[in-house]
């Protein structure tokens, strides 16, 4: 079964930026979309970028023109990179595949304070 592992996750003043990595256990080149998460301090845990393998991306509007979801097959990995930080943007960072999504991984803290 897929797994993914998060990381590149810290803490950051407003304005800083971040790039998370999320790595596969097997193989990349088939996952069609893949998705990152946001889980905020209520619990709630939404997406915040998807792509695909044919190159569209989508973002949420509160992330629109800050962040950029990217990957690379060959390392089996995907990327968020995160610029402008705000506070509310401080949340555990998860990834997924859109389609049949594997077990949550252990995700990856971002925290935005002064």
């Known amino acids: 079964q897929e797994q993914f592992v998060e990381s590149g996750g810290g803490s950051v003043k407003p304005g800083g930026s971040l790039k998370l990595s999320c790595t596969a256990s097997?193989?990349?080149?088939?996952?069609?979309?893949m998705a990152w998460y946001r889980q905020g301090p209520q619990n709630q845990r939404n997406r915040v970028a998807s792509d695909t393998t044919t190159g569209i991306t989508h973002y949420a509007d509160s992330v629109k023109g800050r962040f950029t979801i990217s990957r690379d097959n060959a390392k089996r990995t995907s990327y968020l990179e995160m610029n402008n930080l705000k506070p509310e943007d401080t949340g555990v960072y998860y990834c997924?595949?859109?389609?049949?999504?594997?077990?949550w991984g252990q995700g990856t803290q971002v925290t935005v304070s002064l």
């Open positions: 997924n595949s859109l389609i049949n999504p594997a077990p």
């Open positions: 097997r193989s990349f080149d088939s996952i069609f979309s």
